[in-house]
């Protein structure tokens, strides 16, 4: 029962954020949970550190809601979460954090509007090896049972993320991986993929933008990377997905640069990672190809033996 808690809170976690964000005019349906991210940075020497959990009743009946724990680890670039199973060791997971927490409470009831705060204490933190750490706050809804008719039971579960970076040792070293636009297009990019690996130990909020240059050092696109403040866990990589807008009216054929300008929290400089690409648009290549055909044809009848042009007459 536990494990279909997990998968189905692995599925449903960004569900959540969206009910965290909605519109103050718009009625809330549903167990809301804040924060849906919780990111605590250690300080020098300390030893524990605690924050809570909020979680709403916003359903018109009472629900029984049990509370867990469980370490995680990234999918790589699609930007969900594995959850990781109690028999799986400490040595397989350098990341782990749910040995460290202590829970104030693993059960709650709550009655329709009723509020809880659960609180959430990061214990022996001396013990937490320099680096990132994370774990997810699992909220299973206890099945309700219908005195009537057959009825089908489902756990739904919610999720809230905790993220802790350890004081010191810690890095983000963040680097490109994929090619951005490949050597030749013909379609002008209106969006570009990148994908950044972090090779580091800590979990890394890449910030940046993305442009594309023309032969002449103008910019003729841009867009912005990472505006949900996504987060690329360490030995892992996540996939963005950037919208472009472009600052000029014209595109010529040519030779452009593809500029990606990146940094993590606290860096103070930036990375650049670049990639040439040739762009000709489709109604130039329709437009050369046909200047080719005419050409050949031009040269087929002005130079072939006129016994070639009877045959091929015939």
């Known amino acids: 029962m536990k494990r279909i808690v997990v998968i189905l809170a692995a599925i449903i976690y960004v569900a959540v954020f969206g009910l965290n964000r909605a519109d103050a005019g718009a009625s809330t349906v549903g167990i809301v949970i804040t924060p849906t991210i919780k990111q605590i940075n250690l300080t020098q020497s300390q030893q524990s550190a605690i924050y809570q959990e909020q979680v709403t009743n916003h359903l018109p009946y009472t629900v029984t809601i049990g509370i867990s724990a469980e370490d ?110 490949g050597s030749f297009t013909a379609n002008f990019p209106k969006s570009m993929i990148v994908v950044l690996q972090n090779d580091g130990n800590t979990q890394s909020t890449p910030r940046g933008v993305v442009q594309i240059i023309d032969s002449s050092h103008h910019v003729v696109s841009q867009g912005q990377l990472n505006v949900n403040s996504g987060l690329v866990l360490p030995q892992s990589n996540g996939l963005f997905s950037v919208p472009m807008n472009q600052v000029t009216d014209r595109l010529w054929p040519g030779i452009y640069t593809a500029r990606v300008v990146y940094s993590h929290d606290g860096q103070a400089g930036y990375s650049i990672s670049e990639q040439r690409f040739l762009y000709i648009s489709k109604p130039v290549i329709a437009t050369i190809v046909i200047i080719i055909l005419l050409v050949m044809v031009y040269i087929l009848r002005k130079f072939a033996p006129r016994k070639m042009l009877y045959s091929i007459k015939r």
């Open 72 to 181: 995680f680890s990234s999918l790589n670039q699609n930007g969900g979460i594995h959850f990781i199973s109690d028999t799986q060791t400490d040595a397989g997971n350098p990341h782990g954090l749910v040995n460290n927490l202590s829970l104030g409470q693993t059960q709650i009831v709550l009655a329709p509007n009723q509020t809880a705060f659960v609180p959430v204490t990061i214990n022996r933190i001396d013990s937490l090896a320099a680096g990132g750490h994370y774990a997810a706050i699992l909220f299973a809804l206890q099945p309700v049972l219908s005195p009537k008719g057959n009825h089908v039971m489902v756990n739904e579960g919610l999720a809230s993320l905790l993220f802790v970076a350890t004081y010191g040792n810690g890095t983000q070293m963040l680097r490109v991986t994929n090619s951005l636009p």
